[in-house]
T-cell receptor, first 116, second 112 residues
Framework: AQSVTQLDSQVPVFEEAPVELRCNYSSSVSVYLFWYVQYPNQGLQLLLK??????LVKGINGFEAEFNKSQTSFHLRKPSVHISDTAEYFCAVSDRSGGGADGLTFGKGTHLIIQP | DAGVTQSPTHLIKTRGQQVTLRCSPKSGHDTVSWYQQALGQGPQFIFQ???????QRGNFPDRFSGHQFPNYSSELNVNALLLGDSALYLC???????????FGPGTRLTVT
């Protein structure tokens, strides 16, 4: 079984400032890691994923995340946020043994609030 | 190219009733997963359908059942509705064994 902890329920940031959204996971097996974004009244959109290889992963909209196996973390970062980045962000994992077909386990989400 | 579509958008039901939610996957996708997202929470995996069979199931009671049709569209059925079933129900589609799941906008179910 896996679990995902998003350490901050809400993160306020000034526009053009950098941001980091924290994610830690627990699993007895190897996992794939994902970050999704959810804008108000919409479904989820994939920002980026870590499958293997380089631990620094780049995604859409200028976001990147770093996988740290020893700390079981997958923190999301952006060097300069824009007002349009205001949304709910979810970290998720899936079991590698499913070959990418498994259902996702999500964290509770972090609400990113961009202040002008 | 249409993405994942879900119907209806909103639904209000009474405790004890039954409900059916529908999902059409993105073109070219053959796998459909359903998730329940309670207010202020992350989505929780209900089950996944592939080749018209339930391939994987999360920790949900048997009141939650589903179906996948030959055209890959899917239905989620919930029997004997409880107040706690009020949530946003998300459908996600993917190609088999592909890592990226594409989510629909969801169906907001309110149980009164």
């Amino acid at each position: 079984a896996q679990s995902v902890t998003q350490l901050d329920s809400q993160v306020p940031v000034f526009e053009e400032a950098p941001v980091e959204l924290r994610c830690n996971y627990s699993s007895s097996v190897s996992v794939y890691l994902f970050w999704y974004v959810q804008y108000p009244n919409q479904g989820l959109q994939l920002l980026l994923k870590y499958l293997s290889g380089s631990t620094l992963v780049k995604g859409i909209n200028g976001f990147e995340a770093e996988f740290n196996k020893s700390q079981t973390s997958f923190h999301l970062r952006k060097p300069s946020v824009h007002i349009s980045d205001t949304a709910e962000y979810f970290c998720a994992v899936s079991d590698r043994s499913g070959g990418g077909a498994d259902g996702l386990t999500f964290g509770k989400g972090t609400h990113l609030i961009i202040q002008p | 190219d249409a993405g994942v579509t879900q119907s209806p958008t909103h639904l209000i039901k009474t405790r004890g009733q039954q409900v059916t939610l529908r999902c059409s996957p993105k073109s070219g996708h053959d796998t459909v997963s359903w998730y329940q997202q309670a207010l202020g929470q992350g989505p929780q995996f209900i089950f996944q359908y592939y080749e018209e069979e339930e391939r994987q199931r999360g920790n949900f009671p048997d009141r939650f059942s589903g179906h996948q049709f030959p055209n890959y569209s899917s239905e989620l059925n919930v029997n004997a509705l409880l107040l706690g079933d009020s949530a946003l129900y998300l459908c996600a589609s993917s190609r088999d064994r592909a890592y990226e799941q594409y989510f629909g906008p969801g169906t907001r179910l309110t149980v009164t």
